[in-house]
């Protein structure tokens, strides 16, 4: 099973640019890692009204769309985060989720003046200080 952490935040802490740069320092260490964004309001956008999956997936439950290199699959459920990490991101070595601040029973990095518990860091200048913490058992 994988390492699971999540990234916590104010909009504009930089949480996306800690990712980023996490997310390029454990693959060039050999690891495979998965990503999960944490969307509450429901404000991302996965297909444009009316295009061909989004007419199909107001009537299924499961719908994909393959495409040269890429596989979108849109699934209607309402599971927890590490039921997402279970089913989709087992084969990985870690996962980062953006979000879900919240959320009890994993490791939490904090940026900024959130009050919530976890590894408190200032951005990308505590990198390694983050990648300890996620790699530590």
Known sequence: MPKVV????HHNAGKTTLIE????ELIKRGFKVGYIKHDPK???IT???GSDTDRIFKLLDKVSLLSPGKLTLWERREDA?????????SDCHVVILEGWKSMKGIKRVV???LEVDGLRVE???DLQRV???ILED
Do not use: A, N, R
């Open 6 to 9: 999540s990234i916590v935040g």
């Open 21 to 24: 740069m996490l997310i390029h």
């Open 42 to 44: 429901g404000h991302g």
């Open 47 to 49: 297909d444009k009204d």
């Open 81 to 89: 985060p590490m039921d997402v990490v279970y089913d989709y991101f």
């Open 111 to 113: 940026l900024g003046e």
């Open 123 to 125: 951005g990308p200048q």
């Open 131 to 133: 990648i300890d913490y």
